[in-house]
Protein backbone atom coordinates (compact mmCIF):
# COMPACT_ATOMS: atom_id res chain seq x y z
CA UNK A 1 0.00 0.00 0.00
CA UNK A 2 1.35 3.40 -0.61
CA UNK A 3 -0.73 6.83 -0.22
CA UNK A 4 0.12 9.78 -2.78
CA UNK A 5 -0.60 13.41 -1.72
CA UNK A 6 -1.02 15.73 -4.17
CA UNK A 7 -0.50 19.79 -3.49
CA UNK A 8 -1.91 22.08 -6.34
CA UNK A 9 -0.90 25.74 -5.63
CA UNK A 10 -3.02 28.41 -7.50
CA UNK A 11 -3.52 31.96 -7.67
CA UNK A 12 -6.93 31.50 -5.52
CA UNK A 13 -6.48 28.52 -3.75
CA UNK A 14 -4.57 25.50 -2.51
CA UNK A 15 -5.21 21.94 -2.44
CA UNK A 16 -4.38 19.26 -0.67
CA UNK A 17 -5.42 15.32 -1.21
CA UNK A 18 -4.00 12.01 -0.40
CA UNK A 19 -5.22 9.14 -2.62
CA UNK A 20 -4.35 5.98 -1.03
CA UNK A 21 -3.35 3.17 -3.27
CA UNK A 22 -4.27 -0.83 -1.89
CA UNK A 23 -2.04 -3.75 -2.61
CA UNK A 24 -4.54 -4.87 -5.06
CA UNK A 25 -4.23 -1.38 -6.89
CA UNK A 26 -7.40 -0.18 -6.12
CA UNK A 27 -7.45 3.18 -5.51
CA UNK A 28 -9.44 5.74 -3.35
CA UNK A 29 -9.25 9.59 -2.09
CA UNK A 30 -8.51 9.79 1.76
CA UNK A 31 -7.99 13.08 2.74
CA UNK A 32 -8.70 16.86 0.80
CA UNK A 33 -8.28 20.34 2.18
CA UNK A 34 -9.01 23.70 0.23
CA UNK A 35 -8.25 27.29 1.65
CA UNK A 36 -8.60 29.89 -0.66
CA UNK A 37 -4.91 32.00 -0.63
CA UNK A 38 -5.37 35.17 -2.83
CA UNK A 39 -1.78 34.55 -3.62
CA UNK A 40 -2.34 36.17 -7.25
CA UNK A 41 -4.28 39.44 -5.91
CA UNK A 42 -3.04 42.75 -6.58
CA UNK A 43 0.18 40.81 -9.70
CA UNK A 44 -1.71 42.74 -12.54
CA UNK A 45 -0.23 46.00 -10.72
CA UNK A 46 2.58 44.91 -8.94
CA UNK A 47 4.08 41.93 -10.53
CA UNK A 48 4.68 40.20 -7.35
CA UNK A 49 2.75 37.49 -5.65
CA UNK A 50 0.54 38.59 -2.43
CA UNK A 51 2.32 39.15 0.45
CA UNK A 52 -0.83 37.80 3.11
CA UNK A 53 -1.22 35.45 0.11
CA UNK A 54 2.31 34.23 0.54
CA UNK A 55 2.07 33.51 4.31
CA UNK A 56 -1.03 32.72 4.06
CA UNK A 57 0.19 29.51 1.63
CA UNK A 58 2.95 29.27 3.69
CA UNK A 59 0.83 28.09 7.05
CA UNK A 60 -1.16 25.94 4.85
CA UNK A 61 2.38 24.15 3.59
CA UNK A 62 3.25 23.69 7.19
CA UNK A 63 -0.23 22.08 8.32
CA UNK A 64 0.19 19.61 5.03
CA UNK A 65 3.85 19.10 5.80
CA UNK A 66 2.59 17.54 9.36
CA UNK A 67 -0.38 15.76 7.71
CA UNK A 68 1.63 14.17 5.40
CA UNK A 69 3.53 12.36 8.53
CA UNK A 70 0.87 12.03 10.33
CA UNK A 71 -0.93 9.68 7.13
CA UNK A 72 2.88 8.65 6.33
CA UNK A 73 2.37 9.31 3.05
CA UNK A 74 5.07 7.70 0.77
CA UNK A 75 4.83 9.79 -1.77
CA UNK A 76 4.08 14.01 -2.83
CA UNK A 77 3.62 15.34 -5.59
CA UNK A 78 3.58 19.40 -5.54
CA UNK A 79 2.50 21.89 -8.37
CA UNK A 80 2.08 25.81 -8.62
CA UNK A 81 0.40 27.35 -11.56
CA UNK A 82 -0.23 30.42 -13.05
CA UNK A 83 0.92 33.20 -9.83
CA UNK A 84 4.10 31.80 -9.06
CA UNK A 85 4.81 31.17 -13.30
CA UNK A 86 4.46 34.68 -13.91
CA UNK A 87 5.39 36.56 -10.62
CA UNK A 88 8.93 38.46 -10.63
CA UNK A 89 9.47 36.73 -6.96
CA UNK A 90 7.67 33.16 -7.60
CA UNK A 91 10.95 31.56 -8.08
CA UNK A 92 12.17 32.86 -4.50
CA UNK A 93 9.15 32.37 -2.88
CA UNK A 94 9.15 28.43 -4.39
CA UNK A 95 13.00 28.21 -3.00
CA UNK A 96 11.21 29.47 0.71
CA UNK A 97 8.65 27.24 0.78
CA UNK A 98 11.46 24.52 0.19
CA UNK A 99 13.48 25.59 2.73
CA UNK A 100 11.07 26.30 5.97
CA UNK A 101 8.50 22.79 5.28
CA UNK A 102 10.88 20.72 2.95
CA UNK A 103 8.41 20.18 0.05
CA UNK A 104 9.44 20.78 -3.31
CA UNK A 105 6.83 22.00 -5.47
CA UNK A 106 7.45 22.26 -9.90
CA UNK A 107 6.12 25.30 -11.36
CA UNK A 108 4.86 24.00 -14.57
CA UNK A 109 4.15 25.54 -18.13
CA UNK A 110 0.49 26.57 -19.16
CA UNK A 111 0.88 23.81 -21.68
CA UNK A 112 1.36 21.43 -18.56
CA UNK A 113 -0.98 22.81 -16.43
CA UNK A 114 -3.65 22.20 -19.00
CA UNK A 115 -2.99 18.53 -19.98
CA UNK A 116 -2.96 17.79 -16.47
CA UNK A 117 -6.72 19.77 -16.10
CA UNK A 118 -7.38 17.44 -19.21
CA UNK A 119 -6.04 14.15 -17.60
CA UNK A 120 -8.56 14.99 -14.67
CA UNK A 121 -11.20 15.26 -17.26
CA UNK A 122 -10.60 12.76 -19.63
CA UNK A 123 -10.27 10.18 -16.91
CA UNK A 124 -13.90 10.96 -15.31
CA UNK A 125 -16.14 12.29 -18.04
CA UNK A 126 -17.47 10.00 -20.92
CA UNK A 127 -16.96 12.61 -23.93
CA UNK A 128 -15.00 12.31 -27.40
CA UNK A 129 -15.00 15.85 -28.51
CA UNK A 130 -15.17 18.67 -26.69
CA UNK A 131 -13.42 21.95 -25.61
CA UNK A 132 -12.46 22.06 -22.21
CA UNK A 133 -11.70 25.04 -19.95
CA UNK A 134 -9.80 25.44 -16.35
CA UNK A 135 -10.22 29.09 -14.84
CA UNK A 136 -8.16 29.45 -12.51
CA UNK A 137 -7.12 33.31 -10.62
CA UNK A 138 -4.75 34.25 -13.22
CA UNK A 139 -5.41 31.84 -15.95
CA UNK A 140 -7.72 29.72 -18.17
CA UNK A 141 -6.59 27.21 -20.08
CA UNK A 142 -8.63 26.29 -23.20
CA UNK A 143 -8.11 22.83 -24.68
CA UNK A 144 -9.79 21.62 -27.71
CA UNK A 145 -10.64 17.58 -27.31
CA UNK A 146 -10.93 15.31 -30.25
CA UNK A 147 -11.52 11.84 -29.86
CA UNK A 148 -10.61 11.59 -26.60
CA UNK A 149 -7.23 12.98 -27.41
CA UNK A 150 -5.99 16.65 -26.89
CA UNK A 151 -5.62 18.62 -30.44
CA UNK A 152 -5.30 22.36 -29.33
CA UNK A 153 -4.29 23.72 -25.52
CA UNK A 154 -3.00 27.24 -24.94
CA UNK A 155 -3.26 29.55 -21.76
CA UNK A 156 -4.44 32.72 -22.10
CA UNK A 157 -3.71 35.10 -19.42
CA UNK A 158 -6.72 36.40 -18.00
CA UNK A 159 -8.20 34.57 -14.49
CA UNK A 160 -10.79 35.33 -12.10
CA UNK A 161 -8.48 37.33 -9.70
CA UNK A 162 -5.94 39.84 -12.36
CA UNK A 163 -9.23 40.35 -14.24
CA UNK A 164 -11.51 41.31 -11.03
CA UNK A 165 -8.35 43.44 -10.08
CA UNK A 166 -7.96 45.20 -13.65
CA UNK A 167 -11.48 45.93 -14.15
CA UNK A 168 -12.58 46.73 -10.56
CA UNK A 169 -15.20 44.48 -10.58
CA UNK A 170 -15.30 43.21 -6.87
CA UNK A 171 -18.10 45.59 -5.85
CA UNK A 172 -20.92 46.89 -8.14
CA UNK A 173 -20.00 47.30 -11.52
CA UNK A 174 -20.95 49.56 -14.12
CA UNK A 175 -22.17 48.57 -17.32
CA UNK A 176 -19.07 50.27 -19.20
CA UNK A 177 -16.51 48.17 -16.86
CA UNK A 178 -18.59 44.73 -18.32
CA UNK A 179 -18.38 46.24 -21.82
CA UNK A 180 -15.16 47.07 -21.53
CA UNK A 181 -14.15 43.86 -19.84
CA UNK A 182 -15.67 41.53 -22.02
CA UNK A 183 -14.24 43.18 -25.33
CA UNK A 184 -10.81 42.67 -23.57
CA UNK A 185 -11.71 38.98 -22.91
CA UNK A 186 -13.03 38.56 -26.40
CA UNK A 187 -9.78 39.94 -28.04
CA UNK A 188 -7.90 37.54 -25.63
CA UNK A 189 -9.84 35.11 -27.40
CA UNK A 190 -9.60 35.99 -31.22
CA UNK A 191 -5.70 36.38 -30.83
CA UNK A 192 -5.13 33.12 -28.38
CA UNK A 193 -7.13 30.85 -29.38
CA UNK A 194 -8.62 31.45 -33.04
CA UNK A 195 -8.98 27.73 -33.71
CA UNK A 196 -12.08 27.99 -30.86
CA UNK A 197 -14.08 29.89 -32.49
CA UNK A 198 -17.68 28.50 -33.68
CA UNK A 199 -16.70 25.09 -33.03
CA UNK A 200 -20.31 24.00 -31.23
CA UNK A 201 -18.92 21.17 -29.43
CA UNK A 202 -20.16 20.32 -25.60
CA UNK A 203 -18.28 23.03 -22.86
CA UNK A 204 -16.48 21.31 -20.09
CA UNK A 205 -15.89 23.80 -17.43
CA UNK A 206 -13.25 23.00 -14.74
CA UNK A 207 -12.52 25.22 -11.28
CA UNK A 208 -13.99 26.74 -8.73
CA UNK A 209 -15.68 29.73 -10.51
CA UNK A 210 -17.83 27.11 -12.92
CA UNK A 211 -18.39 24.94 -9.80
CA UNK A 212 -20.07 27.49 -7.40
CA UNK A 213 -22.32 27.97 -10.78
CA UNK A 214 -23.59 25.05 -11.20
CA UNK A 215 -24.14 25.50 -6.75
CA UNK A 216 -26.17 28.57 -7.46
CA UNK A 217 -27.88 26.81 -10.75
CA UNK A 218 -29.20 24.12 -8.52
CA UNK A 219 -30.10 25.98 -5.63
CA UNK A 220 -32.07 27.82 -8.15
CA UNK A 221 -34.13 24.78 -9.61
CA UNK A 222 -34.09 22.93 -6.89
CA UNK A 223 -31.89 20.21 -7.89
CA UNK A 224 -32.02 16.98 -5.53
CA UNK A 225 -28.27 15.67 -5.90
CA UNK A 226 -25.79 17.20 -4.26
CA UNK A 227 -23.16 16.52 -6.95
CA UNK A 228 -21.58 18.48 -9.05
CA UNK A 229 -19.20 16.47 -11.08
CA UNK A 230 -20.48 15.93 -14.53
CA UNK A 231 -23.58 18.80 -14.06
CA UNK A 232 -25.32 19.97 -17.19
CA UNK A 233 -25.76 24.08 -16.78
CA UNK A 234 -27.95 25.02 -20.09
CA UNK A 235 -27.02 27.74 -21.84
CA UNK A 236 -30.24 29.81 -21.03
CA UNK A 237 -30.09 29.15 -17.62
CA UNK A 238 -26.60 29.95 -17.73
CA UNK A 239 -27.29 33.74 -19.18
CA UNK A 240 -30.07 33.96 -16.48
CA UNK A 241 -27.55 33.20 -13.46
CA UNK A 242 -24.96 35.36 -15.77
CA UNK A 243 -27.47 38.39 -15.86
CA UNK A 244 -28.44 38.45 -12.68
CA UNK A 245 -24.26 38.45 -11.42
CA UNK A 246 -23.23 41.49 -13.35
CA UNK A 247 -25.94 43.31 -12.21
CA UNK A 248 -25.32 42.91 -8.22
CA UNK A 249 -23.47 44.01 -6.05
CA UNK A 250 -21.04 42.55 -3.50
CA UNK A 251 -23.60 42.29 -0.77
CA UNK A 252 -26.22 41.09 -2.71
CA UNK A 253 -23.76 38.88 -4.41
CA UNK A 254 -22.98 37.48 -0.58
CA UNK A 255 -26.91 36.46 -0.71
CA UNK A 256 -26.94 34.31 -3.86
CA UNK A 257 -28.18 30.93 -3.31
CA UNK A 258 -25.23 28.08 -3.81
CA UNK A 259 -22.47 31.33 -4.10
CA UNK A 260 -19.54 30.84 -1.79
CA UNK A 261 -18.92 34.46 0.11
CA UNK A 262 -15.28 33.94 -0.56
CA UNK A 263 -16.04 33.92 -3.77
CA UNK A 264 -18.94 36.41 -4.17
CA UNK A 265 -16.15 39.29 -5.46
CA UNK A 266 -14.62 37.03 -8.53
CA UNK A 267 -18.00 35.89 -9.87
CA UNK A 268 -18.41 38.65 -11.91
CA UNK A 269 -14.92 38.27 -13.70
CA UNK A 270 -15.22 34.85 -13.46
CA UNK A 271 -19.02 34.78 -15.06
CA UNK A 272 -17.44 37.37 -18.06
CA UNK A 273 -14.50 34.86 -18.74
CA UNK A 274 -17.04 31.75 -18.91
CA UNK A 275 -19.49 33.27 -20.67
CA UNK A 276 -17.28 35.47 -23.55
CA UNK A 277 -15.37 32.17 -24.02
CA UNK A 278 -19.52 30.34 -24.72
CA UNK A 279 -20.52 33.04 -27.36
CA UNK A 280 -16.91 32.34 -28.99
CA UNK A 281 -17.08 28.93 -29.19
CA UNK A 282 -20.83 28.49 -29.79
CA UNK A 283 -21.17 26.25 -26.95
CA UNK A 284 -25.06 25.43 -26.14
CA UNK A 285 -24.03 23.73 -22.76
CA UNK A 286 -21.73 23.47 -19.75
CA UNK A 287 -21.18 20.32 -18.33
CA UNK A 288 -19.17 20.73 -14.94
CA UNK A 289 -16.24 19.06 -13.53
CA UNK A 290 -15.65 18.66 -10.08
CA UNK A 291 -12.56 17.01 -11.05
CA UNK A 292 -9.35 18.88 -12.62
CA UNK A 293 -5.35 19.35 -12.43
CA UNK A 294 -5.12 17.44 -9.02
CA UNK A 295 -7.40 14.34 -10.31
CA UNK A 296 -4.72 14.35 -13.49
CA UNK A 297 -1.87 14.52 -11.27
CA UNK A 298 -3.33 11.51 -9.58
CA UNK A 299 -4.15 9.90 -13.14
CA UNK A 300 -0.76 10.14 -14.69
CA UNK A 301 1.77 9.10 -11.45
CA UNK A 302 -1.27 6.03 -11.38
CA UNK A 303 -1.62 4.81 -15.04
CA UNK A 304 2.57 4.88 -15.46
CA UNK A 305 3.15 3.37 -12.33
CA UNK A 306 0.44 0.96 -12.51
CA UNK A 307 -1.43 0.64 -15.19
CA UNK A 308 -4.95 0.25 -16.26
CA UNK A 309 -6.66 -3.10 -17.64
CA UNK A 310 -4.72 -5.78 -18.99
CA UNK A 311 -1.21 -4.47 -18.79
CA UNK A 312 -2.24 -1.03 -20.21
CA UNK A 313 0.14 1.73 -18.74
CA UNK A 314 -0.62 4.85 -19.44
CA UNK A 315 -2.14 8.62 -18.28
CA UNK A 316 -5.31 7.95 -20.18
CA UNK A 317 -7.76 5.15 -18.99
CA UNK A 318 -9.37 2.96 -22.31
CA UNK A 319 -12.80 2.70 -20.69
CA UNK A 320 -13.77 5.35 -18.09
CA UNK A 321 -16.98 3.31 -16.68
CA UNK A 322 -15.48 0.28 -16.75
CA UNK A 323 -12.29 1.14 -14.90
CA UNK A 324 -14.26 3.28 -12.43
CA UNK A 325 -16.59 -0.07 -11.62
CA UNK A 326 -13.55 -2.17 -11.26
CA UNK A 327 -11.80 0.02 -8.89
CA UNK A 328 -14.83 0.63 -6.64
CA UNK A 329 -15.31 -3.27 -6.68
CA UNK A 330 -11.34 -4.15 -5.62
CA UNK A 331 -12.46 -1.05 -2.74
CA UNK A 332 -13.85 -4.01 -0.75
CA UNK A 333 -14.06 -7.16 -0.05
CA UNK A 334 -16.82 -9.21 -2.64
CA UNK A 335 -17.61 -12.50 -3.40
CA UNK A 336 -16.53 -11.74 -7.26
CA UNK A 337 -17.24 -15.22 -9.07
CA UNK A 338 -21.54 -14.36 -7.75
CA UNK A 339 -20.97 -11.16 -9.25
CA UNK A 340 -19.37 -11.88 -12.59
CA UNK A 341 -22.31 -14.95 -13.04
CA UNK A 342 -25.25 -12.57 -11.93
CA UNK A 343 -23.98 -9.87 -14.52
CA UNK A 344 -23.37 -12.42 -17.34
CA UNK A 345 -26.86 -13.57 -16.92
CA UNK A 346 -28.48 -10.64 -16.49
CA UNK A 347 -26.70 -9.32 -19.93
CA UNK A 348 -27.78 -12.46 -21.67
CA UNK A 349 -31.49 -11.87 -20.81
CA UNK A 350 -30.85 -8.02 -21.73
CA UNK A 351 -29.57 -9.53 -25.07
CA UNK A 352 -32.14 -12.29 -25.99
CA UNK A 353 -35.31 -9.83 -24.49
CA UNK A 354 -34.40 -6.70 -26.46
CA UNK A 355 -37.81 -6.91 -28.39
CA UNK A 356 -39.59 -6.73 -25.91
CA UNK A 357 -37.99 -3.83 -23.53
CA UNK A 358 -36.91 -1.84 -26.08
CA UNK A 359 -33.45 -1.17 -23.86
CA UNK A 360 -30.54 0.51 -25.43
CA UNK A 361 -27.18 -0.09 -25.46
CA UNK A 362 -26.78 2.51 -22.86
CA UNK A 363 -29.29 1.07 -21.09
CA UNK A 364 -27.42 -2.51 -21.32
CA UNK A 365 -24.16 -0.57 -19.66
CA UNK A 366 -26.18 0.69 -16.88
CA UNK A 367 -27.83 -2.54 -16.23
CA UNK A 368 -23.96 -4.25 -15.63
CA UNK A 369 -22.84 -1.22 -13.66
CA UNK A 370 -26.34 -2.47 -11.53
CA UNK A 371 -25.17 -5.96 -11.63
CA UNK A 372 -21.60 -5.48 -10.65
CA UNK A 373 -22.62 -4.06 -7.83
CA UNK A 374 -26.02 -4.67 -6.71
CA UNK A 375 -24.79 -6.37 -3.64
CA UNK A 376 -22.45 -3.19 -2.32
CA UNK A 377 -24.79 -2.00 0.53
CA UNK A 378 -24.08 -5.56 2.30
CA UNK A 379 -20.91 -2.99 4.08
CA UNK A 380 -24.10 -1.07 5.71
CA UNK A 381 -26.25 -3.78 6.86
CA UNK A 382 -27.81 -7.31 5.09
CA UNK A 383 -31.19 -6.54 5.94
CA UNK A 384 -32.49 -3.90 3.04
CA UNK A 385 -29.16 -4.18 1.20
CA UNK A 386 -30.71 -3.64 -1.83
CA UNK A 387 -32.05 0.17 -0.52
CA UNK A 388 -28.35 0.49 0.57
CA UNK A 389 -26.84 -0.31 -2.37
CA UNK A 390 -29.58 2.20 -4.33
CA UNK A 391 -28.16 5.30 -2.24
CA UNK A 392 -24.78 3.96 -2.43
CA UNK A 393 -24.28 3.55 -6.16
CA UNK A 394 -26.61 6.80 -6.35
CA UNK A 395 -23.10 8.55 -4.50
CA UNK A 396 -20.25 6.31 -5.04
CA UNK A 397 -17.33 8.30 -7.19
CA UNK A 398 -18.30 6.23 -10.48
CA UNK A 399 -17.34 8.27 -13.72
CA UNK A 400 -18.12 7.94 -17.33
CA UNK A 401 -22.03 8.23 -16.50
CA UNK A 402 -24.26 11.40 -16.57
CA UNK A 403 -25.85 11.73 -12.99
CA UNK A 404 -29.17 10.98 -13.96
CA UNK A 405 -27.65 7.80 -15.96
CA UNK A 406 -25.94 6.87 -12.67
CA UNK A 407 -29.26 7.35 -10.53
CA UNK A 408 -31.16 5.15 -13.12
CA UNK A 409 -28.44 2.28 -12.40
CA UNK A 410 -28.69 2.96 -8.57
CA UNK A 411 -32.25 2.00 -8.52
CA UNK A 412 -31.84 -0.91 -11.04
CA UNK A 413 -29.67 -2.35 -8.19
CA UNK A 414 -32.08 -1.27 -5.94
CA UNK A 415 -34.60 -3.10 -6.88
CA UNK A 416 -32.59 -6.15 -7.70
CA UNK A 417 -35.00 -8.08 -5.02
CA UNK A 418 -38.42 -6.97 -7.13
CA UNK A 419 -39.65 -3.56 -7.16
CA UNK A 420 -40.05 -1.47 -4.48
CA UNK A 421 -42.21 1.39 -3.20
CA UNK A 422 -40.55 1.96 -0.12
CA UNK A 423 -37.37 2.65 -1.66
CA UNK A 424 -39.19 4.92 -4.47
CA UNK A 425 -40.40 6.61 -1.20
CA UNK A 426 -37.02 6.80 0.60
CA UNK A 427 -35.11 8.54 -1.76
CA UNK A 428 -36.16 12.30 -2.77
CA UNK A 429 -34.10 11.63 -6.24
CA UNK A 430 -37.25 9.38 -7.33
CA UNK A 431 -38.80 12.59 -8.73
CA UNK A 432 -35.78 13.02 -11.24
CA UNK A 433 -36.83 9.84 -13.19
CA UNK A 434 -38.99 10.66 -15.59
CA UNK A 435 -42.21 7.70 -16.28
CA UNK A 436 -40.09 6.75 -19.36
CA UNK A 437 -37.08 6.54 -17.28
CA UNK A 438 -38.77 4.58 -14.52
CA UNK A 439 -40.48 1.76 -16.93
CA UNK A 440 -37.00 1.02 -18.40
CA UNK A 441 -35.87 0.72 -14.69
CA UNK A 442 -38.36 -1.57 -13.32
CA UNK A 443 -37.95 -3.58 -16.83
CA UNK A 444 -33.99 -3.78 -16.70
CA UNK A 445 -34.37 -4.23 -12.90
CA UNK A 446 -36.76 -7.34 -13.01
CA UNK A 447 -33.58 -8.64 -15.38
CA UNK A 448 -31.76 -8.20 -12.62
CA UNK A 449 -33.76 -9.98 -10.07
CA UNK A 450 -33.94 -12.96 -11.78
CA UNK A 451 -30.23 -13.77 -12.43
CA UNK A 452 -29.39 -13.06 -8.97
CA UNK A 453 -32.58 -15.48 -8.16
CA UNK A 454 -30.79 -17.63 -10.47
CA UNK A 455 -27.37 -18.06 -7.81
CA UNK A 456 -29.23 -17.55 -4.91
CA UNK A 457 -27.25 -20.29 -3.32
CA UNK A 458 -23.68 -19.03 -4.58
CA UNK A 459 -22.90 -22.28 -6.22
CA UNK A 460 -23.67 -21.68 -9.71
CA UNK A 461 -26.24 -23.88 -10.83
CA UNK A 462 -27.55 -22.06 -13.80
CA UNK A 463 -24.86 -21.92 -16.20
CA UNK A 464 -26.99 -20.55 -19.05
CA UNK A 465 -30.75 -19.40 -19.98
CA UNK A 466 -31.74 -19.05 -23.17
CA UNK A 467 -35.19 -17.07 -24.09
CA UNK A 468 -37.65 -17.93 -26.41
CA UNK A 469 -39.54 -14.53 -26.46
CA UNK A 470 -43.17 -14.22 -28.62
CA UNK A 471 -46.49 -12.05 -28.33
CA UNK A 472 -48.06 -14.70 -25.83
CA UNK A 473 -45.38 -15.42 -24.02
CA UNK A 474 -41.28 -15.54 -22.65
CA UNK A 475 -40.06 -18.49 -21.75
CA UNK A 476 -36.67 -18.82 -19.81
CA UNK A 477 -35.16 -22.29 -20.16
CA UNK A 478 -32.74 -23.23 -17.38
CA UNK A 479 -29.38 -25.01 -18.19
CA UNK A 480 -26.94 -26.35 -15.29
CA UNK A 481 -25.34 -29.63 -14.77
CA UNK A 482 -26.95 -33.20 -13.96
CA UNK A 483 -27.24 -33.86 -10.35
CA UNK A 484 -27.13 -29.98 -9.35
CA UNK A 485 -29.86 -29.40 -6.91
CA UNK A 486 -31.64 -26.25 -8.74
CA UNK A 487 -34.85 -26.13 -6.61
CA UNK A 488 -33.96 -23.04 -4.73
CA UNK A 489 -33.12 -21.10 -8.15
CA UNK A 490 -35.97 -21.95 -9.93
CA UNK A 491 -38.24 -21.31 -6.89
CA UNK A 492 -36.64 -17.80 -6.11
CA UNK A 493 -37.23 -17.05 -9.91
CA UNK A 494 -40.40 -18.04 -9.78
CA UNK A 495 -41.45 -15.71 -7.35
CA UNK A 496 -40.89 -12.95 -10.22
CA UNK A 497 -43.54 -14.31 -12.48
CA UNK A 498 -46.29 -12.22 -11.47
CA UNK A 499 -44.15 -8.95 -11.53
CA UNK A 500 -42.95 -9.68 -15.08
CA UNK A 501 -46.44 -10.17 -16.40
CA UNK A 502 -47.21 -6.69 -14.82
CA UNK A 503 -44.07 -4.96 -16.53
CA UNK A 504 -44.02 -7.15 -19.67
CA UNK A 505 -47.38 -7.73 -20.07
CA UNK A 506 -47.05 -11.17 -21.09
CA UNK A 507 -46.42 -14.16 -18.71
CA UNK A 508 -43.12 -15.56 -17.80
CA UNK A 509 -42.61 -19.45 -17.95
CA UNK A 510 -39.72 -21.15 -16.49
CA UNK A 511 -38.17 -24.25 -17.41
CA UNK A 512 -35.45 -26.21 -16.53
CA UNK A 513 -33.49 -28.17 -18.90
CA UNK A 514 -30.49 -30.36 -17.59
CA UNK A 515 -27.19 -31.60 -19.41
Known sequence: ?????????????????????????SYHLEYQQKEAIRLGRGMSETGKLNPEGVE?????????????????VTKCIAVATAAARNASDGEAFIERIKQETGIEIEVISGEREAYLGYLGVVNTIDERNYVQFDLGGASIEVSLVRDRKIVESVSVPIGAVTVTDAFNLGDKVTPAAIERCCAFVRRKYEEMIPWAEGLNLPVI?????????????????NYQLSRIHNYIIPRRRFEETYTSIIKSNLSSRKRMKGLSSERADLIVAGAIIINTLMEFTGGQNIIVSGCGLRDGVFFEYYGETYGYGDGYKGPIIPNVLQESVHNYLLSEDRRMEHLERVCTLALSLF?????SHGGTRRDRSLLEVAAWLHDSGKVVNYYDHARHSAFIIAHAPLYGMRQLEQLRAAFIAGFHHGISNKIMRAYRYGMMLTPEDWKKVRRLSLLLALAEASDVTYEGVVRRIDVADDEEAVVLSLRGKKGEDHSAAELEMKSYCKQFKKEYGKPLIIMWQKG
Open 56 to 72: RALACLHVYKHMMEVMQ
Open 1 to 25: MERVAIIDMGSNSIRFIVMQVADNK
Open 351 to 355: DQLKR
Open 205 to 221: GVGGTVRNLAKMDQAQT
